[in-house]
């Protein structure tokens, strides 16, 4: 199984990225996909997740500036963050669940002030 992350960088505040997790070794559109991150020091959370049948959940601290989407085709997870604040510097992991986690390696994002 590998969880392959992508898209992370340094942005100033109010810029906009967009995560990428291509998966293999699962059956990927029965999955729970989820996106969280962990800043230093910091424990670490969710973010957002979607369902295989397309239902999201976000955090509120990144309700209506994230949007989590999947592409089944494509074994892939999207996470595109808008306007973006310091406070979401982390290090930012994909996840799959179905009735165990898998993790991806993590991708560093780092904002700006």
């Known amino acids: 199984v590998q969880l392959v992350e992508s898209g992370g960088g340094l942005v100033q505040t109010g810029g906009s990225l967009r995560l990428s997790c291509t998966t293999s070794?699962?059956?990927?559109?029965?999955?729970?996909m989820g996106w969280y991150r962990q800043a230093p020091g910091k424990q670490r959370e969710l973010v957002a997740h979607i369902t295989s049948g397309g239902i999201t959940n976000y955090a509120d601290s990144v309700k209506g500036r994230f949007t989590i989407s999947r592409d089944n085709a494509k074994n892939t997870v999207y996470l595109q963050m808008n306007s973006l604040k310091p406070e979401d510097t982390a290090v930012y992991y994909c996840?799959?669940?179905?009735?165990?986690?898998?993790w991806g390696q993590g991708t560093q994002v780092t904002v700006s002030s």
């Open positions: 996840n799959a669940y179905i009735s165990f986690h898998y």
């Open positions: 070794g699962i059956a990927f559109s029965t999955y729970t």
